[in-house]
């Protein structure tokens, strides 16, 4: 039987997500919880790792396993034996031709941005920070030429494992609320870092260092060189994963943010 469940953890708590030999990582975390609840070993298969201080909304993840339980009870099994900072939100039985990464077309990521020049507590590790004021307008013609099929090389991690940096970037959406300005990136895969340097690129603009039209000379250097340093992971969420109707994922839960109303729509 193939199970599949929805996670959302915090990702300051964890190295990542891939299992580690130290054990620090969300994926061994909640195999760890897993085994605990159902007594014997569960290896787990994820849509998509996220970095170090990457937080999860709705990172799904499946297994296999021939034991038979109810869905809400390998929820509450599992969380309790989580830290935390780590909950699984729900569970559901699949076919056996779902696989939480190859059965995805196309993942979803949100980033919140806090713009003031005094950084708040609060938001410690739940925002990114920028202490000047930004050109909104310009980050969002910058948007223009990364939309599409491209070969993203300059947003590029060194370690990148992905076997073409060509991907396909569906939409962002630039959107201001108080001091915060909030970005959604949709694409059928993302490279690694690749949303973090955007950022980067996206923040060098909007506070005057390049023009709009210096993003495109970038995505078309095909050089990491060519773009600024890697943006903190502080605001960085994996909202959510798209699947095909029939499997009837469940959409992730994020009432409980504060900045949700941002995203109410629908992409």
Request: charged residues 20%.
């Amino acid at each position: 039987m193939r199970i599949a469940l929805g996670v959302q953890y915090d990702g300051l708590a964890f190295c990542g997500w891939q299992s580690q030999p130290h054990g620090k990582t969300v994926q061994d975390a909640l195999e760890r919880a897993l085994a605990e609840f159902a007594q014997t070993p569960l290896q787990t298969v994820v849509a998509g790792r996220t970095d170090t201080g990457v937080h999860g909304l709705g990172q799904v993840v499946h297994f296999d396993t021939d034991l038979a339980r109810a869905d809400f009870s390998w929820v509450r099994g599992t969380n309790a034996f989580l830290p935390e900072t780590v909950a699984v939100q729900w569970a559901k039985p699949m076919p056996d031709d779902f696989h939480a990464r190859f059965a995805a077309f196309e993942r979803t990521y949100y980033y919140v941005l806090y713009v003031n020049p005094v950084r708040s507590p609060m938001l410690s590790h739940r925002a990114g920070w920028v202490h000047t004021s930004l050109d909104v307008a310009a980050m969002r013609e910058a948007v223009a030429c990364l939309l599409g099929e491209h070969d993203f090389s300059s947003f590029r991690a060194a370690d990148c494992q992905s076997k073409t940096p060509v991907k396909d970037l569906y939409q962002i959406d630039v959107r201001e609320q108080g001091d915060f300005v909030h970005f959604r990136f949709r694409a059928n895969a993302f490279l690694h870092h690749m949303v973090r340097n955007l950022m980067g690129c996206f923040v060098a603009i909007g506070r005057g260092r390049h023009p709009a039209s210096w993003m495109a000379d970038v995505l078309a250097a095909h050089d990491r060189r060519a773009a600024v340093p890697t943006f903190m992971p502080d605001g960085l969420y994996l909202a959510e994963v798209g699947y095909p109707e029939h499997f009837a994922v469940p959409p992730p839960h994020i009432e409980s943010m504060p900045w949700s109303a941002v995203w109410t729509d629908t992409p």
